[in-house]
């Protein structure tokens, strides 16, 4: 079974808060990873398959 990709991978406020650092899309952003359990788990995944 192919792997399921996480809900932030394919995110469009994530994609444009990256292409337009200092917006409001990206002050929310940077402020709702800091609680949010999916980004978190997403993260955790990255770390695990590595470089």
């Given at each position: ?28 952003w940077r402020?709702?990873?800091g609680w ?12 695990q398959k590595?470089?």
């Open positions: 079974m192919p792997e399921k990709k996480a809900m932030c991978e394919l995110c469009p406020l994530r994609r444009y808060s990256e292409r337009h650092p200092g917006s409001l899309v990206d002050r929310i402020w709702h990873t949010c359990p999916g980004w978190k788990a997403y993260q955790s995944s990255l770390q590595g470089p």
